[in-house]
Nanobody
Framework: QVQLVESGGGLVQAGGSLRLSCVAS????????MGWYRQVPGKQRELVAT???????NYTDSVKGRFTISRVNVKNTVYLQMNSLKPEDTAVYYCNARAWVTYYWGQGTQVTVSS
C-alpha cells in the first residue's frame, strides 16, 4: 500500500504562483511513475503532469511552459510548480502514484485562481 498526502493549495490571483507537494509513504519502493491530476465539479479528472522514476516528464498542453513537475526520490516527494496561473486552472489537484499495476491517489488539494 502507498499513502499520498498533498499540500500547498490555496487561493491566488491570476498570474500568481503556487507550489504543490505530495509526500508518499508506505510501500514506496514499489512506486514507478508519479503525477498530478485535476478535477472540477461535473467534469472528468484530467492529467496535468507525470514524471517517471528516471525523471522523464509529460504535460498536458494547457500547462506546458507554465507548470513544472519534479521529484525528489530520497524524500519520496513530488512537486508541481505552477506559474502564470489562470482562472481556468481552478480545480482540486490530486497526486497520483503508480506502483506496478496499482494506482494510488491522495485526498486532493484545492487550487483557486481569481481573476
Amino acid at each position: 500500500q502507498v499513502q499520498l498526502v498533498e499540500s500547498g493549495g490555496g487561493l491566488v490571483q491570476a498570474g500568481g504562483s503556487l507550489r504543490l507537494s505530495c509526500v508518499a509513504s508506505g510501500s514506496i519502493f514499489s512506486i514507478n511513475d508519479m503525477g498530478w491530476y485535476r478535477q472540477v465539479p461535473g467534469k472528468q479528472r484530467e492529467l496535468v503532469a507525470t514524471i517517471t522514476s528516471g525523471g522523464n516528464t509529460n504535460y498536458t498542453d494547457s500547462v506546458k511552459g507554465r507548470f513544472t513537475i519534479s521529484r525528489v526520490n530520497v524524500k519520496n516527494t513530488v512537486y508541481l510548480q505552477m506559474n502564470s496561473l489562470k482562472p481556468e486552472d481552478t480545480a482540486v489537484y490530486y497526486c497520483n502514484a503508480r506502483a506496478w499495476v496499482t494506482y494510488y491517489w491522495g485526498q486532493g488539494t484545492q487550487v483557486t485562481v481569481s481573476s
